[in-house]
């Protein structure tokens, strides 16, 4: 007897793992269709939380070159798609919800969908949030800085975001290749295959790195003009 027989509708792998390369494409090419704006209105509170954002690291609102765009591009793309997600984990646990108390057939995939979910979105969305100036900053001395030493911060300490990065994307993508090798599952009935989620370690840490090399072309451009206006 299968072991997962009894348990109502469980999600197929397939379904699972396709569902979700997908669902955001779709989402993503409707909105632009009907012309709907990816970036949401901001409050007052959140744009003054940007303009401080702005004046604390200058380099963020640099326009960069053709290069950096394509990587900030990526980022931000990257970054809406996992948003898109979240539905996806609210669909899921009601319906887990529902399913349990109402008809009392607890699922056994709900919520080991959801959180190998969430722990995806994390590891894609460190791009986006860097992008956006968004990653806890230890500003002790940072912010005494004047604006033109701030970025020549950013500049020197680029080096050590580097090293943490491609040990991140070089370990990542060795715990992808083994998991992978073994056809290696979670282990707890549902079974599903976990080395797509080491994947998207190796993907993360790789659109992180992309996301930094933006980042440093942009900081060097700026630091170059603060000089060159002082």
Do not use: C
Request: proline letters at 3%; charged letters at 15%; zero cysteines.
């Amino acid at each position: 007897m299968n072991e997962i027989e009894g348990f109502g509708f469980v999600m197929p792998h397939w379904l699972y793992w396709g569902w979700l390369a997908v669902m955001p494409l779709a989402i993503m090419w409707y909105m632009k269709r009907k012309g709907i704006s990816e970036e949401a209105e901001l409050s007052p509170d959140e744009q003054l939380a940007l303009d401080i954002l702005a004046e604390e690291d200058p380099a963020i609102h640099d326009e960069g070159n053709k290069f950096t765009q394509i990587l900030d591009w990526m980022s931000e793309k990257s970054g809406v798609f996992v948003a898109f997600w979240t539905v996806n984990a609210v669909v899921f646990y009601f319906y887990e919800v529902v399913m349990r108390y109402l008809f009392n057939m607890p699922t056994i995939w709900v919520h080991e969908a959801s959180y190998l979910l969430f722990g995806m979105q994390y590891l894609l969305a460190g791009a986006y949030a860097m992008l956006h100036g968004a990653h806890v900053r230890v500003d002790i001395v940072y912010v005494k800085l004047p604006p033109r030493g701030r970025v020549g911060m950013d500049i020197f300490t680029s080096v050590f975001f580097f090293i943490f990065a491609l040990a991140m994307a070089g370990t990542s993508w060795n715990f992808f290749n083994d998991s992978l090798m073994m056809q290696e599952t979670t282990i707890e009935t549902w079974g599903i295959q976990f080395y797509p989620v080491k994947a998207m370690m190796f993907i993360g840490s790789t659109l992180i790195l992309l996301a930094g090399v933006s980042k440093l072309i942009k900081d060097i451009r700026t630091f170059h003009k603060m000089g060159e206006s002082a």
